[in-house]
């Protein structure tokens, strides 16, 4: 299809994946609150479970729910096909999995969520995978990190929580000439925003429990293949590459091609590891999707604005959204996500460590909670809450100093967000 008769990106987002139901006529996609699926008879079994033939088997591995939020999201972030699964957490542990093999180690940018840097730094190490930081802000600083042991970089595209933007380019370049996948994070920005296969990402990872199901009711992650990684040229990602023992020696690579990611994720991580989402989560996050471009195009205005009045507040001494002029993201943001900077922020206040959780404590409509992208508005400070574990160099470093508040505006009226801050603020 040419870019002017392909459907928009609005379009997509409501009609991509769903039909009307072929035995009700549901319109709306229906929840298939079921765990197995009746085979035809003993050969269509046999078919499904040596992967000859695609179907449901038991909904750990797959159920029509989760593949019309698959094909969905898969749609709007432009890859080959998606994986659904429990959480934003699952999505990285299933990726790495697939990937990586005890005693490697993989390049992580160091303006990343903190759940990720505890993953990576502690969870991971018992399988023996090692995480090696790099600097967000320079792609080149991976360049010595890099040996015959690594097996991916990880960056995330708007970065959390500081409103970091990263130069996905740059990034794609130093994977492709060390021959290993580029992974994004694109919780933050979501493909409203930013594309990052557009810019040369292999693999694409959501915590669908933020801005894509954007009610701040259901959890979820999801695992985009991007199609165009070469997983048998080096021999590294055996996984992909080598004979399965368990579904006859197939070689996946081989046999799905440009969505290989996607399937070796599923019936080798998620089968085996098991963090499934439930049918009732992916029905939740399908209907929040139907509003992400309205959703995100008013959670940037909102928090445009919220960033500029902040900006000239007497009790603020700095804030990082990359949608204003001072920042020094705004150069790669208007490059990378010319829609809007995103409505996740953080600022710091004059009064330290004490005044932030004073604020926090002040405000009425805003909730404090861990959350982020809910259609309401959210802070909270993360030196005190969510980068507590971290040690003070990790917490700056990832943008979550003593002073430093985080908020996530919502789609409010932009007046009462900023007269809650108002107040909170005197
Ligand atoms: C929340 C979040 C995650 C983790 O997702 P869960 O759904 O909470 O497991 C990963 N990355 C980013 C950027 C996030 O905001």
């Given at each position: 299809m040419s870019e002017e008769t392909a459907p928009g990106f609005a379009t997509l987002a409501i009609?991509?994946?769903?039909?009307?139901?072929?035995?009700?006529?549901?319109r709306a996609t229906p929840i298939?609150?079921?765990?197995a699926y009746v085979f035809n008879d003993t050969e269509h079994a046999a078919k499904l479970f040596g992967l000859q033939e695609f179907g449901n088997i038991y909904t750990r591995i797959m159920n029509p729910t989760q593949g019309a939020l698959e094909e969905r999201v898969a749609a709007l972030e432009g890859g080959t096909a998606s994986l659904a699964v429990a959480s934003g957490h699952a999505a990285a542990m299933l990726t790495f999995h697939a990937i990586m093999s005890p005693g490697e180690n993989f390049i992580a940018a160091d303006k990343l969520y903190g759940g990720n840097i505890n993953q990576f730094n502690h969870s991971f190490k018992s399988f023996d995978w090692h995480a090696r930081w790099a600097d967000a802000l320079d792609p080149s600083s991976a360049k010595a990190l890099i040996d015959d042991k690594t097996k991916a970089i990880y960056i995330e595209?708007?970065?959390?929580?500081?409103g970091v933007i990263t130069d996905i380019e740059g990034w794609a370049a130093v994977a492709k000439e060390a021959g290993i996948p580029l992974i994004v994070d694109n919780t933050m920005a979501t493909p409203y925003l930013c594309k990052p296969i557009d810019h040369g990402a292999d693999i694409v990872l959501h915590?669908?429990?933020?801005?894509?199901?954007?009610?701040?009711?259901s959890m979820g992650g999801v695992i985009v293949d991007g199609?165009?990684?070469?997983?048998?040229?080096?021999?590294?990602y055996p996984m992909l590459s080598e004979p399965r023992p368990e579904y006859n020696g197939v070689k996946l690579h081989e046999t799905f091609g440009n969505f290989a990611f996607a399937i070796a994720c599923r019936v080798l991580g998620l089968r085996d590891l098991g963090p499934a989402i439930s049918p009732f989560n992916c029905f939740q996050i399908l209907t929040g999707m139907e509003t992400l471009p309205l959703r995100m195009e008013r959670h940037c205005q909102n928090a445009q604005a919220v960033a500029e009045f902040l900006e000239s507040?007497?009790?603020?001494?700095?804030v990082s959204y990359a949608?204003?002029?001072?920042?020094?993201?705004h150069a790669l943001q208007q490059k990378y996500m010319p829609k809007g900077a995103g409505s996740v922020f953080t600022f710091g206040l004059k009064g330290g460590y004490e005044a932030g959780v004073k604020l926090i404590e002040s405000m009425k409509l805003f909730s404090h909670v861990?959350?982020?992208?809910?259609?309401r508005s959210l802070a909270i400070?993360?030196?005190?809450?969510?980068?507590?574990?971290?040690t003070d160099e990790q917490k700056i470093a990832a943008g979550a100093a003593p002073d430093t508040v985080r908020i996530s505006i919502g789609i409010e009226d932009v007046k009462d967000i900023i007269a809650d801050l108002d107040q909170a603020m005197k």
């Amino acid at each position: 299809m040419s870019e002017e008769t392909a459907p928009g990106f609005a379009t997509l987002a409501i009609h991509a994946g769903a039909q009307p139901d072929p035995t009700t006529g549901a319109r709306a996609t229906p929840i298939y609150q079921t765990t197995a699926y009746v085979f035809n008879d003993t050969e269509h079994a046999a078919k499904l479970f040596g992967l000859q033939e695609f179907g449901n088997i038991y909904t750990r591995i797959m159920n029509p729910t989760q593949g019309a939020l698959e094909e969905r999201v898969a749609a709007l972030e432009g890859g080959t096909a998606s994986l659904a699964v429990a959480s934003g957490h699952a999505a990285a542990m299933l990726t790495f999995h697939a990937i990586m093999s005890p005693g490697e180690n993989f390049i992580a940018a160091d303006k990343l969520y903190g759940g990720n840097i505890n993953q990576f730094n502690h969870s991971f190490k018992s399988f023996d995978w090692h995480a090696r930081w790099a600097d967000a802000l320079d792609p080149s600083s991976a360049k010595a990190l890099i040996d015959d042991k690594t097996k991916a970089i990880y960056i995330e595209s708007l970065a959390n929580p500081g409103g970091v933007i990263t130069d996905i380019e740059g990034w794609a370049a130093v994977a492709k000439e060390a021959g290993i996948p580029l992974i994004v994070d694109n919780t933050m920005a979501t493909p409203y925003l930013c594309k990052p296969i557009d810019h040369g990402a292999d693999i694409v990872l959501h915590s669908m429990t933020k801005f894509m199901g954007g009610h701040g009711n259901s959890m979820g992650g999801v695992i985009v293949d991007g199609g165009s990684f070469d997983w048998s040229a080096s021999g590294k990602y055996p996984m992909l590459s080598e004979p399965r023992p368990e579904y006859n020696g197939v070689k996946l690579h081989e046999t799905f091609g440009n969505f290989a990611f996607a399937i070796a994720c599923r019936v080798l991580g998620l089968r085996d590891l098991g963090p499934a989402i439930s049918p009732f989560n992916c029905f939740q996050i399908l209907t929040g999707m139907e509003t992400l471009p309205l959703r995100m195009e008013r959670h940037c205005q909102n928090a445009q604005a919220v960033a500029e009045f902040l900006e000239s507040h007497e009790a603020v001494s700095w804030v990082s959204y990359a949608g204003l002029e001072s920042s020094p993201h705004h150069a790669l943001q208007q490059k990378y996500m010319p829609k809007g900077a995103g409505s996740v922020f953080t600022f710091g206040l004059k009064g330290g460590y004490e005044a932030g959780v004073k604020l926090i404590e002040s405000m009425k409509l805003f909730s404090h909670v861990a959350n982020l992208g809910d259609t309401r508005s959210l802070a909270i400070h993360p030196a005190s809450t969510t980068h507590s574990q971290l040690t003070d160099e990790q917490k700056i470093a990832a943008g979550a100093a003593p002073d430093t508040v985080r908020i996530s505006i919502g789609i409010e009226d932009v007046k009462d967000i900023i007269a809650d801050l108002d107040q909170a603020m005197k």
